[in-house]
């Protein structure tokens, strides 16, 4: 999915059509098509971020798509079908004690994202490309969470996309700060509500609890794979 399709389709559509889209997976009605509609659109969010480190959302619903994405991306590794004994001798804990944690950290951020979020959203992207060990992306995403400064949503109009578009100005790119930074600082005047509007809606059914995860790895587990090599 093209980057610039997603961040147009943002910024045009209506709140009715995108809390439509959200809630009942678009005009489809199989449930697997709605939830592939659903990761496609939070992918296409966290591209948009990973090539911006902007971003003009609510913190809450973005930590939930953040979540979202960390739970399917760890899922993709081979140790999520392991034994408890291998996990614990691959990773020094369980697979489950290793998702908790890792959503545990991103959850502590109660104001904002951190000022990482950029380099997270890399991450999450193309998780299995990066690190092909499992130890070394949790090493990797623990490090990118482990931070105390915050980024504030952008104030600036959500871009319409173009090709090859010309570097930010130096003004204009998040800079740490003691609590909070903002990104994109130049004043603006319009509705920010009207911003990517598809990210305000509910998107309760795109999130992942713990209990439904540890259902997901149980049936897993019922039919371990041997161990991969190192």
Same mark, same amino acid.
């Given at each position: 999915?093209?980057?610039?399709?997603?961040?147009?389709?943002?910024?045009?559509?209506? $709140?009715?059509?995108?809390?439509?889209?959200?809630?009942?997976?678009?005009?489809?009605?199989?449930?697997?098509?709605? !939830? *592939?509609?659903?990761?496609? !659109?939070?992918?296409?969010?966290?591209?948009?971020?990973?090539?911006?480190?902007?971003?003009?959302?609510?913190?809450?619903?973005?930590?939930?798509? &953040?979540?979202?994405?960390?739970?399917?991306?760890? &899922? =993709?590794?081979? =140790?999520?079908?392991?034994?408890?004994?291998?996990?614990?001798?691959?990773?020094?804990?369980?697979?489950? =004690?290793?998702?908790?944690?890792?959503?545990?950290? &991103?959850?502590?951020?109660?104001?904002?994202?951190?000022?990482?979020?950029?380099?997270?959203?890399?991450? &999450?992207?193309?998780?299995?490309?990066?690190?092909?060990?499992?130890?070394?992306?949790?090493?990797?995403? =623990?490090?990118?969470?482990?931070?105390?400064?915050?980024?504030?949503?952008?104030?600036?109009?959500?871009?319409?996309?173009?090709? +090859?578009?010309?570097?930010?100005?130096?003004? +204009?790119?998040?800079?740490?700060?003691?609590?909070?930074?903002?990104?994109?600082?130049?004043?603006?005047?319009?509705?920010? $509500?009207?911003?990517?509007?598809?990210?305000?809606? $509910?998107? +309760? +059914?795109?999130?992942?609890?713990? $209990?439904?995860?540890? *259902?997901?790895?149980?049936?897993?587990?019922?039919?371990?794979?041997?161990?991969?090599?190192?």
């Amino acid at each position: 999915m093209e980057v610039s399709a997603v961040n147009e389709n943002s910024c045009t559509s209506t $709140d009715h059509e995108q809390e439509h889209v959200l809630n009942h997976g678009g005009t489809d009605s199989n449930p697997e098509t709605a !939830q *592939e509609e659903e990761e496609e !659109q939070i992918r296409g969010i966290l591209q948009f971020i990973s090539s911006t480190g902007k971003f003009w959302h609510s913190w809450d619903k973005l930590k939930r798509m &953040l979540s979202f994405q960390l739970k399917l991306v760890l &899922l =993709e590794y081979p =140790e999520a079908k392991m034994t408890t004994e291998q996990q614990n001798a691959s990773l020094g804990e369980t697979y489950l =004690e290793l998702v908790t944690r890792l959503d545990e950290e &991103l959850h502590c951020f109660t104001e904002g994202p951190p000022f990482t979020l950029q380099r997270i959203c890399e991450i &999450l992207l193309a998780a299995r490309s990066i690190y092909p060990n499992l130890s070394k992306l949790a090493f990797a995403l =623990e490090k990118n969470l482990l931070v105390t400064s915050t980024l504030t949503a952008s104030t600036k109009p959500c871009p319409q996309m173009m090709p +090859d578009p010309e570097p930010e100005k130096a003004n +204009d790119e998040p800079q740490p700060q003691s609590n909070s930074i903002q990104n994109g600082t130049e004043p603006v005047a319009g509705d920010r $509500d009207e911003i990517m509007t598809e990210v305000e809606a $509910d998107i +309760d +059914d795109m999130t992942i609890d713990m $209990d439904a995860f540890q *259902e997901m790895v149980g049936s897993s587990e019922a039919n371990p794979t041997p161990a991969e090599n190192s």
